[in-house]
C-alpha cells in the first residue's frame, strides 16, 4: 500500500526518472505475475509503451511524470482491489484517450472492442452540452451506465481516485476541498456498495484530513497517545477466548484493530461525546480458516465461545451469515462486556467473508463460481439500470437520488409472508409500498408495522413486518415526492403525475382547440407552439395544463393576428414575469475578506445553514440569483456543493475586522443547580462582554440544556468564550451549533 505513496519525488535526471518509471512497471509486472498468460506480458507492454509516450511531455502537479500515476493506478488495482491482466491495461490507458492524442479508435484497434470500451468509459466527458447540469454529475451518470455492463470501469475509477487522493498534497487548497468533498459524497459510499471496506475506509480518512484537519489531527494524535493502553487491553481481552478456541481445533487468527478516524469522528458528532467518550475506538476480529460448508455453523461456535466469556448486548447481534449485505458482506457481529466494564464489538468472519469485505465484487466473481448464490451485484445492477433506463430528471437530482437510494446502508424488511426485503436507510412505509409493485404503491394508503397502524410516512427500521394498506381511490400526489427516498419509488411517482397532468391537460386541449378554431387559426403544432413560448411555458402539455386548471383564460388571445391560418403574436407586450430585484442581491451590506490573491470588497452573504465567522476554515459558493454565499468547510452542505458544483467554488478567507458582529449559536449542557444561568449570562455580557441575541434554558433530570445566540466577532472571540464557559462548575459540554431549527 505504501510502496505506491512513497515514490520518490522530483528533482531527478532524465535518466534517474526513465530508471524510475522502469521500476514502477516491472513492480507492476510482479505483482501481476500469477495471473499472466501466455502473449498477456507483450499487450501490457505495449499498453506501458503507448501510454509512456502519450503522457511523456506531462507532469503531474506534484512535478513527477505523470505515467506514474496510471502506473500506481494499476497497481492499486492488482493489489488492493483484486484485478487482472486486461483491468491493468486499461488502468495503464485510463488518461490517454482525455488527455493526449491517443483517440479509442486507436485503442481499439491495438487492444480490441472490450478494452476500448472500458476506457471509453474512463474518459470523462468534457463538453458538457447543458450548462446547467453539473459535470462531475453527468460524468458520474455515465460511469453508471458503463457500470452497468462492465463494473471494471468503476473499480478502475475507484483506483484511480484513490492514488489522487492519497498525492493530493500537491494540489490547491480549493482543489483539495472539491476533491475530497466528491470523495465522501460520491467514491467513499461507492467503494462501500462494491463492498471495498479498506478502500471505503482510507478514501474517508484522507478526505476528512482536507476537510476537516483539525479534527482529523487531533483525533490522530489521540489514537496514538493511546495506543499502548489499547493494545493492552487487547490482549488481556483476547486471552482467555484465544486459549478457548485453541481448544476447539479450529484454524484461526484473532486480533484487535482501530476503528478508522472519520468513523470515530462520525460517532463523536453523532452523538455529541468527546473522544474519550467513545468506548468502540477499536473491534476484534475473529477469522476462522473453514472449508465453506462449516462456516455459518463455525462462526456461531465462535459466537457461542466468546460470550460464554463476556456477556453479550443482545440488541447489538448482526447477523449477516444468515442475510448478507447486498454489496456481499458476510460476518457475525456483536458486542460484548469486556474487562473493565468496557463495550467492546467483535467481528467472527471466515478467510473467504474476509476477502469478499476487503476486496468486495472481484473476490466475490471468485468465489461466486460453484456456488449457488446469484450474484447480488447483477441484481443491484438490474435496480440502477430500471433507473437508468426512466430518468428525464436533471443530473443533480439524478446524482442525488442514486445516493439515497442506492448507496445507502441498508435496512432488512420483511413481508407479511415472511420474505426479506433490502431497503435503503430511511425507507418510509411508501418505499416498501413501491417495492412490492408499482400498483400497490399508487394505491398505498397506511401500513400495519408489526401489527401497528401507521402513516405512510413512517419511517422503516430493520426487522420491522410491513403490511401495506391500498385503497382503490388512492392516487399519488406531489407531496409524495417528499415521503420517498428509493429512485424506484420517486420515478415511479413522477410518471403517475405526468399521466394525471396529462389527463388533465386533455381538457384544455379541447377548450383551445375551440378558441383557435373560432378565430379562424389552425389548431396545429405551429401555433400551439407560438402560444407556449409567448405564455413561456415549457411544452404544449403544461399550456393545456394550464388551461384545465384555468390559471391561464387565455385573454390576450383577442390580441393575436391570424394570418391565413397562422397565429401572430401582438408586438411588444408580453405577460412578463415579475422579477423582485431586492431578491437577486445580497440583504446585508458587505464586509471584508480577501479574494484570491485581490483584496477587493466583495458583496456576499453569510450562509444560513452553517453561519461561519470569522476565523473559521471557510470557502465561497457563487449561487445564482444569490451572489456568492460563504460556508464554512465543515458545513452539513458543503460536500453536497463542493461535490456537484466544484466550478461555482471559489477560495476565500477573512481578513482580520473587529467591527462587525457575527451571531453564531452555542449549546450548552450542564447540572441544573440554582444560579447556574446567572453565571453564564455574567460570563457572557458582564465579564467578555459579548451581547446576547437570545437564549432558551431547559431543564429535565437534573439536567438543563441551553441554547444561546451571542453576537462574537471573531473565532478566537468564539474560542475563548466556549472555553471559559467549559471552565464554570456544572458545565458539561458546550458545542457551537450549525443549523437555524437546534
Ligand atoms: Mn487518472
Redesign the pocket.
Known amino acids: 500500500m505504501d510502496s505506491v505513496a512513497a515514490i520518490p519525488k522530483y528533482n531527478l535526471n532524465e535518466e534517474q526518472e526513465k530508471k524510475l518509471i522502469l521500476r514502477e512497471y516491472r513492480a507492476l509486472l510482479r505483482v501481476l505475475k500469477p495471473k499472466l498468460k501466455p502473449g498477456d506480458k507483450e499487450l501490457l507492454r505495449r499498453a506501458f509503451e503507448i501510454a509512456a509516450d502519450a503522457h511523456k511531455t506531462m507532469r503531474r502537479k506534484s512535478g513527477e511524470p505523470y505515467i506514474l ?2 502506473l500506481a ?1 494499476a497497481r492499486i488495482g492488482v493489489e488492493e482491489i483484486g484485478l487482472g491482466v486486461r483491468s491493468t491495461i486499461c488502468s495503464l490507458l ?2 490517454t484517450v ?1 488527455d493526449t492524442d491517443v483517440t479509442l479508435e486507436d485503442i481499439e484497434r491495438e487492444f480490441g472492442t472490450e478494452i476500448a470500451r472500458i476506457v471509453d468509459g ?1 474518459t470523462k466527458i468534457s463538453n458538457i452540452i447543458d450548462v446547467n447540469a453539473s459535470a462531475q454529475a453527468e460524468n458520474f451518470k455515465k460511469i453508471l451506465l458503463t457500470l452497468t455492463d462492465d463494473p471494471r470501469v468503476i473499480l478502475i475509477k475507484l483506483a ?2 484513490l ?2 487522493m492519497r498525492t493530493l498534497d500537491s494540489m490547491k487548497r480549493e482543489k483539495q476541498l472539491k476533491i475530497s468533498s466528491e470523495t465522501v459524497y460520491v467514491y467513499a459510499p461507492l467503494s462501500h456498495r462494491m463492498g471495498l471496506y479498506t478502500i471505503k475506509t482510507e478514501l474517508e480518512d484522507l478526505a476528512m484530513k482536507y476537510l476537516e484537519p483539525e479534527a482529523y489531527k487531533e483525533i490522530a494524535r489521540k489514537l496514538a497517545e493511546t495506543k499502548r493502553e489499547r493494545s493492552r487491553y487487547i490482549n488481556e481481552f483476547i486471552k482467555p477466548i484465544k486459549e478457548k478456541l485453541d481448544r476447539t481445533g479450529y484454524e484461526f487468527e484473532i486480533y484487535g484493530r482501530p476503528k478508522s478516524i472519520h468513523s470515530i469522528w462520525n460517532k463523536m458528532k453523532k452523538k455529541g461525546v468527546a473522544f474519550e467518550e467513545v468506548y468502540d475506538l477499536f473491534a476484534i476480529r475473529v477469522i476462522l480458516n473453514i472449508p465453506l460448508e462449516q462456516e455459518k455453523e463455525g462462526c456461531w461456535k465462535v459466537y457461542s465461545v466468546i460470550t460464554d466469556e463476556y456477556t453479550p448486548s443482545p440488541e447489538r447481534l448482526r447477523d449477516w451469515l444468515s442475510n448478507p449485505k447486498s454489496n456481499g458482506y458476510e460476518a457475525l457481529h456483536t458486542t460484548v462486556m469486556g474487562p473493565q466494564g468496557k463495550w467492546v464489538e467483535v467481528q467472527v468472519r471466515t478467510r473467504r467473508m474476509n476477502e469478499i469485505a476487503e476486496k468486495g465484487l472481484a473476490a466475490h466473481w471468485k468465489y461466486k463460481e460453484g456456488t449457488a448464490d446469484e450474484s447480488r451485484f447483477d441484481k443491484w445492477f438490474q435496480q440502477i439500470r430500471e433507473v437508468l433506463n426512466n430518468q428525464d430528471s436533471d443530473s443533480i437530482d439524478f446524482l442525488h437520488d442514486f445516493k439515497t437510494s442506492f448507496l445507502a446502508e441498508e435496512i432488512y424488511v420483511y413481508t407479511p409472508k415472511g420474505d426479506v426485503k433490502m431497503l435503503p436507510v430511511d425507507s418510509t412505509a411508501l418505499d416498501f409500498a413501491f417495492a412490492i409493485h408499482s400498483m400497490v404503491g399508487s394505491q398505498c394508503i397506511g401500513a400495519k408495522i408489526n401489527h401497528k397502524l401507521v402513516p405512510i410516512s413512517h419511517k422503516l427500521r430493520s426487522g420491522d413486518q410491513v403490511e401495506i394498506i391500498t385503497s382503490a381511490k388512492q392516487k399519488p400526489n406531489e407531496d409524495w415526492l417528499n415521503i420517498v427516498v428509493t429512485a424506484k419509488a420517486k420515478s415511479k411517482i413522477k410518471d403517475a403525475l405526468k399521466e394525471e397532468k396529462r389527463k388533465v391537460a386533455d381538457d384544455g386541449k379541447y377548450v383551445l382547440q375551440r378558441k383557435l378554431e373560432n378565430m379562424g387559426a389552425a389548431f396545429n403544432q405551429h401555433n400551439v407552439d407560438i402560444l407556449a413560448s409567448f405564455y413561456k411555458l415549457p411544452s404544449p402539455l403544461d399550456l393545456y395544463y394550464q388551461i384545465s386548471v384555468k390559471a391561464l383564460d387565455l385573454k390576450e388571445l383577442s390580441e393575436f393576428h391570424v394570418l391565413g391560418d397562422k397565429l401572430e403574436p401582438p408586438k411588444p407586450i408580453r405577460p412578463e414575469i415579475k422579477h423582485d430585484p431586492a431578491h437577486a442581491l445580497p440583504k446585508k451590506d458587505a464586509e471584508l475578506i480577501i479574494f484570491g490573491e485581490s483584496s477587493d470588497k466583495i458583496v456576499y452573504t453569510l450562509a444560513n445553514c452553517c453561519k461561519p465567522i470569522p476565523g473559521d476554515d471557510v470557502f465561497g459558493f457563487v449561487s445564482t440569483g444569490k451572489g456568492l454565499t460563504i460556508h464554512r468547510t465543515n458545513c452539513p452542505n458543503a460536500a453536497r456543493l463542493l461535490a456537484n458544483y466544484g466550478h461555482r467554488v471559489v477560495k476565500t478567507k477573512w481578513a482580520k475586522n473587529k467591527e462587525i458582529s457575527f451571531l453564531t449559536g452555542l449549546k450548552i449542557v450542564g447540572l441544573d443547580d440554582v444560579g447556574v444561568i446567572h453565571k453564564i449570562t455574567n460570563l457572557i455580557s458582564g465579564e467578555m462582554k459579548i451581547n446576547i441575541n437570545a437564549m432558551t434554558i431547559e431543564a429535565r433530570e437534573g439536567l438543563f440544556h441551553g441554547n444561546i445566540r451571542v453576537y462574537v466577532h471573531d473565532k478566537e472571540e468564539l474560542d475563548e468564550l466556549v472555553n471559559r464557559l467549559k471552565k464554570l462548575p456544572g458545565i458539561e459540554t458546550v458545542d457551537r451549533y450549525d443549523t437555524e431549527q437546534q
Open positions: 500515476h496510471p493506478v485510463h488518461d482525455e474512463l484511480d481516485r492514488h489522487n
